[in-house]
């Protein structure tokens, strides 16, 4: 992957994750209907997908050193 490629890819997983963050977590918080399972799922998705986008970041930013 270049750079672009990975910075591109690390947008879009950071998009995902406030997604799953707003679908999971906040959605059902906000309409009354919410499950333990599902916002814990939501917060795993989410904590993932951030890590994952951190990493190729970070991976990024040791390449350009």
């Given at each position: 992957?270049?750079?672009r490629?990975?910075e591109?890819?690390a ?14 977590v ?8 919410w499950?333990w ?14 890590a ?14």
């Amino acid at each position: 992957m270049n750079t672009r490629q990975r910075e591109s890819t690390a947008k879009f997983l950071y998009d995902l994750a406030k997604g799953v963050v707003l679908l999971a977590v906040v959605s059902p918080w906000i309409t009354g209907q919410w499950s333990w399972i599902v916002m814990g799922a939501g917060a795993v998705g989410t904590g993932t997908l951030f890590a994952w986008a951190y990493w190729l970041e970070r991976k990024h930013d040791d390449i350009t050193v």
